[in-house]
């Protein structure tokens, strides 16, 4: 049996995502970013392809410690402009059955009153197909403007999304019973009061003594995805996530990370495979691989190598702009993402990688690789991949909009069906979560950790 692979766009709103400058490509109509038609068309295209989800990341603040300021990420729409993505999901749902909306929020700037409430509304709304990709944040800069001043540090951010989780099962999945919503006309009884209850959480960072708002949605919890790839991180992902998302150069980097999150996960009472993960990678592809390396060359001649340290610096939270870019890169520690720097120094053992080098790597697909060929070259490089990794799938960024993802479709994913790791077109409704985990089972499964939670 072939290994089933699960696909993901990965998105923003925003007209730059992880690739830098290539808003510029004559073919790039990433403008259209602001309008829904861009958002229903890719939506519908996504799902008839065979896609789990549309992976939409956020920042909550300007990406503005290179070069000590705003002004670089401004100027190469590095993850600025940038929308709320949680307004996109209806518009999108609207026009699709099955395709799942993996919306990334954090922990740190979010109330989980709140939120639960947006999360559960959404999940109604599109019958089940909604996830959340949680994260920390990172960013003084967000920090700064919604009021905490300094963020907290890396580690203690990671215990206020252990808080903040244990506030939204409460509400999700406690506070309400399935059956509550009695609907009984003749009695009079919308709900019955007897069926819903305070989660009365009082606790280091929220204080919420009352019952949820909303009703009891098809999933209750959304699918939890969570990033994060430091050790605390790591362990935070084996109490949380059912989807980790992961980047590498290398499937042989990658392995040991795979294979460490699956024994985190059993460490924490979990089936190995109760987490799917997924990497990230960027596909460059068209009818024969010397087309598709034709195409890569004209990408990275839009490259900006001021973008990529924008995006590098960032959530390493130190300003390489002084810095010769083209010296070998060493550890640089910072209270912002770990990832970064480690990243590049431990990226291939065999390398010691230049700001520079890091620049042209990143341009096109960021932290994750660029994978250039023919639909059956890529499919063959993303069977190793998830072979070589121990990966469910993948979550694929774009170079240009819409082409990206128009290429892919047209190429890869006949190829990727062909050999029996994506199905055939299916239809019918179905929830994300029985999207990502194939059982037919919308609820979140029965040895996650959340159900150690109790009022
Ligand atoms: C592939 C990948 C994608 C991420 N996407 C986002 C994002 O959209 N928004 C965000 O604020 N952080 C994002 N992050 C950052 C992580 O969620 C996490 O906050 C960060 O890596 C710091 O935690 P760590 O030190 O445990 O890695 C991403 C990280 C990775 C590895």
Redesign the pocket.
């Known amino acids: 049996m072939p290994r089933r692979l699960h696909l993901n766009a990965f998105e ?1 709103f925003s007209p730059g995502n992880i690739a830098s400058g290539l808003w510029q490509h004559p073919q790039d109509d990433s403008r259209a970013y602001r309008s829904l038609t861009y958002w229903t068309r890719l939506a519908r295209d996504l799902e008839a392809a065979g896609f789990d989800a549309i992976f939409l ?4 603040g300007v990406l503005d410690v290179y070069k000590g300021g705003p002004d670089e990420a401004l100027r190469t729409a590095s993850q600025v402009p940038i929308g709320d993505p949680l307004t996109l999901v209806s518009a999108m749902a609207a026009v699709t059955e099955r395709l799942g909306f993996a919306v ?1 929020s ?1 922990v740190s700037y979010t109330h989980p009153y709140t939120f639960a409430r947006s999360l559960a509304s959404l999940d109604h709304l599109s019958g089940g197909r909604v996830g959340w ?7 003084d800069s967000a920090a700064r403007n919604l009021g905490r001043g300094e963020q907290l540090a ?1 580690d203690e ?2 215990d206020l999304g252990d808080e903040f989780l244990e506030v939204t099962h409460k509400l999700w999945e406690l506070s309400w019973d399935a059956d509550a919503a009695v609907v009984d006309k003749e009695r009079g009884v919308y709900v019955d009061p007897e069926l819903v209850r305070p989660i009365g959480h009082e606790g280091r960072y929220f204080s919420v003594p009352d019952e949820f708002l909303a009703e009891p949605s098809p999933q209750r919890t959304p699918v939890l995805f ?5 050790s ?3 362990r ?1 992902a084996a109490e949380h996530a059912e989807g980790v ?3 590498g150069t290398r499937p042989e980097v990658l392995a040991p990370i795979v294979a460490n999150v699956r024994s985190a996960a059993e460490a924490a009472g979990r089936a190995r495979e109760s987490v799917r993960v997924l990497a ?1 990678a960027t596909i460059v592809t068209g009818e024969t691989d010397e087309i598709a390396r034709a195409k890569f060359a004209d990408l990275q001649r839009y490259a900006d190598y001021g973008g990529a340290m924008v995006q590098f610096a960032g ?1 390493v939270g130190v300003d390489v702009a002084d810095l010769d870019p083209d010296i070998p890169l060493t550890d640089i520690a910072s209270n ?4 970064s720097a480690k990243f590049f120094a431990s990226a291939d053992p065999d390398r010691t990688w230049t700001l520079r080098e890091v620049a042209e790597y990143m341009a096109v697909g960021g ?2 690789p660029t994978i250039v060929g023919s639909g059956a070259t890529v499919a063959d490089e993303l069977e190793r991949w998830a072979e070589v990794a121990d990966l469910d799938g993948f ?1 694929l960024a774009y170079a240009v909009r819409p082409g990206t993802f128009d290429d892919i479709i047209r190429y890869v994913v006949p190829e990727l069906r062909r050999r029996g790791v994506l199905p055939e077109r299916e239809h019918g409704a179905r929830t994300l979560r029985e999207a990502l985990f194939g059982d037919g089972e919308p609820a979140l499964k029965a040895d996650h950790p959340h159900w150690r939670i109790a009022l």
């Open positions: 923003n990341a956020d920042v909550l990334t954090s990709n949680i994260v920390t944040s990172y960013l890396h951010r990671y969570q990033a994060g790839s430091s605390r991180g790591q935070f998302f992961v980047h990230v959530p912002g993402a770990q990832f932290m994750g979550n």
